[in-house]
């Protein structure tokens, strides 16, 4: 999806990249309570309470290096008895972004490397850097992205377990019966 087609984020931040110091400038965003329910539908939660991301970023050159922590505080859906239950997540934040140009060179260099592996695994690889789009990083955006990716796919309440009903005494394998058929007993 282009950018110009793409959703607009209901968590907005963008930070001009000459605006960050070389030795480093501190950040927050914060989601606001109007924002809540627009960002609780995108990321498909029951509810959302709290939203802030304390954010490092420095600067060398071009290139912005970034950490910090996503703190939240929202309500999911349990999958098994579909009741919403408090989650409070503390999320890491580690980032390198580099002009879009550079960014982009840096991934197709890392999918040519993944392309002439076979079998090796490379361990502690680091990523490519983000691009840096238009002199501006949407920090809102990688607060959304990073917050989503540290939901649980699978959200349980604390202390529910699935238990898979119980088959009919006697009963026969769907396998079993096909095979019935086909030799035509």
């Given at each position: ?78 999958v098994v ?30 999918e040519r ?34 917050l989503a ?37």
């Amino acid at each position: 999806m282009t950018p110009e087609h793409a959703p607009a984020s209901p968590l907005r931040h963008p930070i001009r990249v000459e605006a960050i110091r070389l030795r480093g400038t501190e950040t927050t965003v914060r989601a606001e309570p109007e924002q809540f329910a627009a960002i609780a539908r995108l990321l498909g939660l029951a509810s959302l309470e709290s939203l802030e991301a304390r954010y490092l970023l420095s600067r060398n050159g071009d290139r912005v290096k970034l950490e910090g922590r996503i703190a939240a505080q929202l309500h999911r859906t349990c999958v098994v008895t579909l009741d919403p239950f408090p989650v409070e997540l503390d999320v890491p934040v580690k980032l390198d972004f580099a002009p879009e140009q550079e960014a982009e060179v840096a991934g197709r260099r890392a999918e040519r490397d993944d392309a002439e592996i076979d079998i090796e695994v490379l361990l502690n690889e680091d990523d490519p850097p983000e691009p840096i789009l238009d002199g501006v990083i949407d920090l809102g955006s990688v607060t959304l992205e990073f917050l989503a990716l540290a939901l649980d796919p699978y959200p349980r309440k604390p202390g529910v377990d699935f238990e898979a009903p119980a088959g009919e005494a006697g009963a026969e394998s769907p396998f079993a019966a096909l095979a019935k058929l086909k030799r035509g007993d």
